[in-house]
């Protein structure tokens, strides 16, 4: 197990579960649906639902890679976060570093205030290609290679 494993266990960010790979290929084929959703509203006014759900694809499948190693982020401060750093630590994909901008927008467009900006339509496109290589990633972790 990873060192940042260990210590995101013994910090209780992260509990130890059974591996679970069907809910994990679930996760994957969500997150991929949710990839498809964001392209159909991409073409939309809606950018908010959008940018929404290309980050909900993404979301998903590091979820995904969590299951197969038996492992789930605890409902503490910052989940969503602390799902992107383990799940980095399982694939080593560059496209990973995505997620964090990723979800700086998608909090500022959940939560909007004068200093944050919501997502626009270009952070749909940006968002969409991102998410896309993140599912791919993880897919193949999940999955096994294509």
Known sequence: MPEVIEHMVANRRL??????????????RMAEQHLGTAKVLANTEDHAMAFTAAYDGERKALTAVLAIEGLRVRPVGGAHRNTGVAAASFVADESLAEFDWMRQVRNATEYPDAERPTATARDVTEAIEAASEIVSACASHVLGPA
Do not use: L, Y
Request: glycine share 8%.
């Open 15 to 28: 509990e130890r579960v059974a591996v679970n790979r069907d809910h994990a290929v679930g996760m994957i």
